[in-house]
C-alpha cells in the first residue's frame, strides 16, 4: 500500500483493505458500489482524509466508539447499531464521527 496516492487517483480498495484490517467487526464490504467510491473520494479530495494513513487514524477512531461498533444495547430490544464503511463516509456521519459525538455513548 502507498501511503499517498497522486491526487488524481483514490485507493479505494486499498481504503476498503484497511477498514477490513482494522474493523473486522463491523459489516464487511462485498460490492465497492459507485456511492461508495463517491464517498471515499470525497472524504480523500475534500482534504478529510487524505492519505491511508489519515484513514487508518479514523478507522481507529471509530474503533474507540462502543455505539460505532455495536457494543450498546439497541434502542427498545433491537439489535445493536454498527457502523458500516458507507455510513461511516457519508459527509454528515464522517463529520459528527470526527468531532467524537459517538464516543462516550
Known sequence: MSS???SDRVPAADIVELYHKILPELPPVKKLTDTRR???????????????EHWEMYFNHVRGSDFLMGKTEGRG????????????TKPANYAKVYEGNYHGV
Not at 38 to 50: E, H
Not at 77 to 88: C, H, I, N, Q, V
Request: proline share 10%; aromatic share 14%; glycine share 6%.
Open 38 to 52: 463517491s464517498y471515499i473520494k470525497q472524504r480523500w479530495k475534500q482534504g478529510d482524509l487524505p492519505s491511508l
Open 77 to 88: 430490544g433491537s439489535k445493536p447499531f454498527k457502523a458500516s464503511l458507507e455510513w461511516l
Open 4 to 6: 499517498v496516492a497522486p
